[in-house]
């Protein structure tokens, strides 16, 4: 195909905009750091799915990344280097579909500036920044992508090529939905207002037909079918606020009204616009306040697209959501600002001559939902409004000739888009990664200082920097709930040391890191504690004077430091009277320095102070030289005693590092603790897996580790048991067969000490990839006793077969000489549930698993000859029990009279003895004798099955019951 001149200087254009937006988004790699909190935790996702294949939620979101580094990787592009270009890469294509979109809609002229303004618009900058890897950029390059689609499609030439068109857009939105669920409803919501507006607007004048109305029913069902697919087949979760409302409610309503009034124009002899407009708004505001009265929720949820700007959950408004004001609008638009009012009049102007023109419909919609999303979510929302704002300016000003002179309208369209180019430049090259290079030394300490499966415990602000880069498991992060991250606040203002440190062993926490930036947060733990007078107060070094004939330094206007023979003094005057503070603390050769004052002369205030000397970097703040005032309430608070003083006065914990922005400290406690780590993330079929098991303890403690894996369908497939003490690590290694199912397998694993008693316990996981291996079929079946197993089956060529239970092998057996074989095993212990029992030639590489289900549940519900009894009376039971696995089964059904009840309520136990085959049913009648001294009260009797005995327990009635029980009152 033959491009025009035209078409490679229009390609060129575009291509010249794409560098300038590159070029203003890439400064932020000269940091080497993503930007903000999230990037870190999407980086540590992408990094575990690139390094183990799992499909992450929501579906998509981390592919381009992963692509992007396949492209890059031959050229020696490590996977953060890539990570961090993925989303220019992503913005880069955003333009290209808008300007698309823009061309579509209103012409080349307008789509040159529309795409110029986006690209250098301050406001679109933040989220489109190297490293910052965010989900409304990624759902943005489809959802504009699909409503150039969708105008495709309006302007097809044929029926087959509007629906190919339609379809394509639906596919286009689903993506959105994929990367970022919010992303999805916010286009779903603009459609369906543009769809609203045209199909009135349609009907008033009589036009017959409404493609617009037939492309978006079909693009909005492809999109809601390939979501709604993607959740049935776990692929993709949409989370979104108003997702089911909308193709519930909203979407079935849109299509319904369109609908309704493009059959209905042609059958209704009105010919007056006016009276024709009357109908469908009557429609509307009935359908309007009847849906709003009957669906009020999904009409909430559709408004509030991006969640609640108030959440419980939220503990304090981040700065992303912080109320938009004029200097933020003046910040993020630069001068184009005071043109969009101007460009506003001028496209509703062309709307109302032109009732006809979907485009400007369209793009009146999408600036009203954009200044809506910035009004409900704040700061945010600003970066989504921007493709709107942009194509409007860009309308208006690519028609300010209309207006003004036409030298006169180039010369002020080149220093409006100049102007807020120098500003955009301006603004990207102002933004610095919220992560410091102190912050990353301390960080990288954790890495190479601690166990690989600590866990540390912070302020929920920066879980996602411990885990993505000091690769520790936090406590807390930015996604935890507001009532697990109320408790920390509340021992951090508290003084008592004993508490925090019982919080931090129920979490496994042995490492605590506080960043010196807790003190500017102090103000958002009085916010979320609905507490005060916690706060510092910050005074800045203002100048040497002299005070009393002696030196000085004054900080900010009237607090004063002297050195005397006691140490350093701190005056605060206060209407020309001097009052000193009892206590004072400053670093002398970097150690830590506390002095304290009780001479009778002098006059003393509350509170103590801190001097700072280049030891104690605060945020946005330069300089080093500074004292902050502790007030009373704050003295004593740990938060203090970790910030500034070292852990004086605390005894449990050890500073261990520390530098002018983080300090870590150690807790010291008793504990016990066991660890199971896979020793890859993610294994392959047929591989050797191995567990390694680590034990950290504080005493002397030797015992043993229990270590079951269960597949993604909850078959148990190893089972194994080591002996391990403080002094050794120990692994424990099973095979996986070729067939071994695909997905994350489950490890549990509980620490026994030698009396068996359980003193901790533990769980991870791995991944486990499918691959085309080797396999053959193999059978199971009862042998001549229900305590042996036969297992046959049938290899290609003679050879060697190996069984082995939960990973364990048990048996070798050598095959006939046409491959046939059949081994008799003792059937082992074998736990409730399935059990794998994986057959494979270490020879040849073929595999099986077959699998023993032990399994015996009551089928009939408890019946009691009474449910009220008195001592000494007899009470009969009934019930049916059969055998639900592929095993026979023969045990004892018994009764412990005494379970967990406080005293015995039967006078005997019983084993009733049963022998059931795979399916079969048993029916027992038992009848027992309440003793005479069994406490009184509402009891309940449950089963229990432990290995191929069915056990019966009674309880209080307050203890749930487990499966079909009976409720029996004893009384006296």
């Known amino acids: 195909m033959k491009v025009s001149e035209r078409g490679w200087r229009e390609l060129a ?33 992408a990094k575990a799915l690139l390094e183990e294949g799992t499909v992450l939620l929501p579906f998509g979101f981390y592919t381009p990344a992963l692509l992007l580094y396949t492209v890059l990787k031959p050229l020696g592009v490590s996977f953060y280097d890539a990570f961090r270009l993925t989303t220019p890469v ?15 809609l209103f012409g080349v002229s307008v789509a040159r500036l529309s795409a110029l303004t986006l690209a250098v618009l301050p406001g679109f900058v933040t989220r489109a920044l190297a490293g910052n890897y965010r989900g409304d950029l990624y759902a943005m390059l489809f959802y504009v992508a699909g409503f150039f689609l969708f105008f495709k499609a309006l302007k097809a ?83 979104a606020v108003g997702f089911k409302d909308y193709y519930t409610y909203i979407f079935p309503a849109v299509a319904a009204y369109s609908l309704l009034l493009t059959f209905t124009s042609d059958r209704i002899k009105v010919e007056s616009a006016a009276k024709r407009a009357a109908i469908p708004s009557c429609i509307a505001a009935i359908g309007l306040i009847a849906g709003y009265a009957i669906f009020t929720t999904p009409i909430e949820n559709l408004m509030n697209i991006y969640g609640k700007l108030i959440n419980p959950q939220v503990l304090r408004p981040t700065a992303e959501t912080v109320k938009v004001g004029f200097p933020m609008l003046w910040e993020r638009f630069s001068l184009l600002l005071l043109f969009i009012p101007l460009a506003f009049l001028h496209i509703l102007r062309k709307t109302v001559k032109k009732l006809q023109d979907n485009a400007s419909i369209f793009l009146l919609v999408w600036f009203a939902a954009g200044v809506f999303i910035v009004y409900k979510a704040g700061q945010r929302a600003i970066f989504t409004a921007s493709p709107s704002v942009a194509l409007l300016l860009g309308v208006f000003l690519a028609n300010l000739r209309t ?59 920066y879980g996602y920097w411990i885990l993505a880069i000091g690769e520790r498991s936090p406590i807390l992060t930015p996604s935890s709930s507001g009532n697990a991250v109320k408790p920390v606040g509340e021992l951090l203002l508290s003084t008592n040391e004993g508490k925090l440190i019982e919080y931090m062993k129920k979490r496994r926490a042995e490492y605590l890191l506080l960043p010196t930036d807790m003190v500017a947060q102090v103000h958002n733990l009085e916010a979320i504690l609905n507490v005060s007078d916690y706060q510092y107060v910050y005074f800045p070094f203002t100048d040497a004077v002299l005070l009393f004939n002696s030196p000085a330094r004054l900080y900010g206007s009237n607090l004063y430091i002297l050195t005397t023979s006691q140490g350093k003094l701190a005056l605060v005057e206060q209407s020309g009277n001097f009052y000193a503070f009892r206590d004072v603390y400053y670093r002398k050769k970097g150690k830590l320095v506390h002095r304290r004052y009780t001479s009778s002369e002098i006059s003393f205030t509350e509170g103590a102070v801190y001097i700072s000397d280049n030891d104690t970097k605060l945020p946005l703040i330069e300089s080093y030289e500074y004292v902050l005032y502790i007030p009373p309430k704050m003295q004593s608070a740990l938060l203090n005693s970790f910030i500034l003083l070292d852990g004086e006065g605390l005894s449990n914990f050890t500073l261990v590092y520390s530098n002018p922005e983080v300090r870590i400290y ?53 089972y194994g048991t080591a002996k391990i003490n403080d002094s050794t690590n120990v692994s424990l290694s ?85 491959g046939s074989f059949t081994v008799a095993i003792e059937k082992p212990r074998l736990f409730r549930g399935s059990n794998a029992i994986a057959l494979f030639t270490p020879d040849y590489g073929y595999s099986a698993t077959v699998y023993a289900v032990v399994q ?23 019930f049916a029990v059969k055998n639900t696995g592929n095993l026979a089964l023969k045990g004892y059904l018994s009764l412990n009279p005494k379970g967990n009840a406080p005293k015995r309520i039967f006078t005997e136990d019983f084993n009733l003895p049963y022998e059931l085959k795979p399916g079969e049913e048993a029916e027992f009648t038992h009848t027992f004798t309440v003793a005479q001294d069994a406490p009184t009260g509402k009891f309940r009797l449950w089963r229990e099955m432990r290995e191929e005995n069915l056990k019966l327990w009674v309880a209080p009635m307050n203890r749930h019951g487990k499966g079909n029980s009976a409720l029996l009152e004893v009384v006296e």
């Open 90 to 104: 992503v913005g880069a294509l955003t333009i290209v579909f808008f300007y698309l979109l823009a061309r579509e």
């Open 666 to 718: 150690k807790a010291r406690y008793e504990h016990t603790f066991a660890s199971i780590v896979p020793e890859r993330r993610a294994y392959s079929a047929g591989e050797v897996v191995t567990l390694l098991a680590k034990l950290r303890s504080t005493r002397p403690f030797s015992g043993t580790i229990r270590v079951g894996v269960r597949n993604p369908e909850g078959a148990l497939v190893y």
């Open 403 to 461: 207006y003004l002179p036409k030298n006169l309208a180039h010369a002020a369209v080149a220093f409006a888009v100049g102007f807020t180019s120098v500003a955009g430049i301006t603004f990207a090259s102002d933004y610095a990664p919220m992560i410091t290079p102190e912050w990353n030394e301390s960080l990288s300490w954790l890495k190479q200082n601690t166990p690989s499966d600590a866990r540390v415990l912070s302020w929920w602000d």
């Open 13 to 45: 254009v575009v291509c010249g905009i794409v560098v300038v937006f590159l070029a203003i988004r890439l400064t932020f790699l000269r940091y080497g750091f993503l930007y903000g909190f999230d990037p870190y935790y999407h980086y540590h996702n």
């Open 157 to 239: 030439a044929n029926l087959a090529r509007t629906a190919g068109f339609s379809v394509a857009a639906g596919a286009a939105f689903a993506l959105s939905a994929f990367v970022w669920s919010s992303g999805y409803i916010f286009a779903m919501a603009v459609l369906s207002l543009f769809i609203l507006a045209q199909a009135s607007t349609s009907f008033a004048l009589a036009e017959r037909g409404n493609k617009a109305a037939h492309a978006y029913f079909l693009s909005s069902l492809t999109g809601i079918m390939l979501i709604l697919a993607a959740q049935k087949f776990e692929l993709a979760v949409v989370r």
């Open 734 to 818: 099973f095979f996986l067969p070729a067939d071994a199912k695909e997905g994350r397998y489950k490890v549990s694993a509980s620490l026994h000490n030698p009396k068996g008693k359980r003193v901790d316990s533990t769980s991870t996981s791995f991944m486990v990839k499918g691959r085309e291996g080797k396999s053959f079929s193999a059978s199971l079946e009862e042998g001549s006793s229900t305590r042996e197993l036969i297992i046959s089956g049938k290899l290609p060529s003679q050879g060697e077969v190996v069984v082995a239970i939960a990973g364990q092998e048990i048996k070798r057996e050598s095959t006939s000489s046409d």
């Open 856 to 878: 015996a549940e009551l089928v009939r519900d408890f019946t009691l000859s009474k449910s009220r009894v008195r001592r000494g009376e007899e009470v009969t039971a009934r």
